[in-house]
Structures are given as structure tokens and as C-alpha cells.
């Protein structure tokens, strides 16, 4: 992975939505679904995931953000990992959002995951909108880098 590899924890529509963005922008992305799901499901959510982020890529080079002959290889830059995988996604990663539902105990697991899996100095970010960071913070190891 390169030193700026983003990970995006949590592959719902916040997730995917950080992943589009920072694709976009030229980065490579690591989708992290941190559901524990069979290889049935996780094989359907990830093709669902990647239709979604091709789906918006398409709506975006219609309305001329981009030429069309770039969505493949922006969509490629995304990987898509089961949670059974997510230590070879968060081992080299830079920045790591986590994108979970606003509940303290969804935070709190997510936070769990990423700082034991994620490289000490990497930037940890949330996406959170209701929960104040000040009560986040603490969830992380080393929390002066969230």
C-alpha cells in the first residue's frame, strides 16, 4: 500500500461515499466492511458497494465532472475487504475514517478494530454528526491523532 492510503471503516453509504471521494482525488482506497458476514454475503454486499460507487462515477462523468473513459480506472482504485481481511487493509494506512451509525457502541467497536489494527501514527477521522468529539477522542489509542 502507499503512505497515502485511506481507509474507510464501515462499508454503508458513508463509507463508500468517503471511498468515492478520495478515489476521485487520485488516492487508493480501502473499503472495510466491519460486519463479521458469511462469504455469500460479503460477496453480494461487496458487488453491491462497487455498483454503487460505478453507479455515482457514471451519474458524475453524465454531468461532466469527468470523461467517461475514466470511471474504471478511478472505480479501481477502491478494494473492497470482508472484515475477515481488514489487518491487510488498515496495515498501511495513512488516514482511517470510520463510518459507522451513531450509536457509542458502534463507535466504540469500530475504534476498537482500527486501533488494533492501524498503524499508530495514522490520522483517525469520524464521520460522525451528532456524537461530540470530545467523547470520541477517548476511544482511540494515542487519541491526539484523532
Not at 482506497?29 to 460479503?42: A, G, N, S
Not at 462515477?57 to 473513459?69: E, R
Not at 470511471?71 to 459507522?100: G, K, L, M, Q, T
Request: with cysteine; aromatic share 6%; glycine share 4%.
Amino acid at each position: 500500500m502507499d503512505k497515502d492510503t485511506i481507509v474507510a471503516a464501515g462499508a454503508g453509504r458513508m463509507g463508500r461515499g468517503i471511498a468515492l471521494t478520495f478515489t476521485m482525488a487520485g488516492h487508493p482506497v480501502h473499503l472495510v466492511d466491519l460486519k463479521d458476514r458469511t462469504p455469500d454475503e460479503f460477496a453480494a454486499y461487496s458487488t453491491d458497494a462497487s455498483r454503487e460507487i460505478r453507479s455515482t462515477l457514471t451519474m458524475l462523468a453524465d454531468i461532466g465532472l469527468f470523461s467517461s473513459d475514466r470511471i474504471e480506472s478511478i472505480a479501481e482504485r477502491v478494494e473492497i475487504h470482508p472484515f475477515s481481511r481488514c489487518a491487510d487493509a488498515f496495515a498501511h494506512a495513512a488516514v482511517v475514517f470510520e463510518a459507522v451509525p451513531e450509536t457509542l457502541d458502534a463507535k466504540r467497536e469500530a475504534f476498537a478494530v482500527i486501533g488494533a489494527k492501524a498503524p499508530p501514527d495514522a490520522i483517525v477521522a469520524s464521520t460522525t454528526s451528532t456524537i461530540l468529539s470530545d467523547d470520541l477522542a477517548p476511544m482511540v489509542d494515542n487519541p491526539v491523532r484523532f
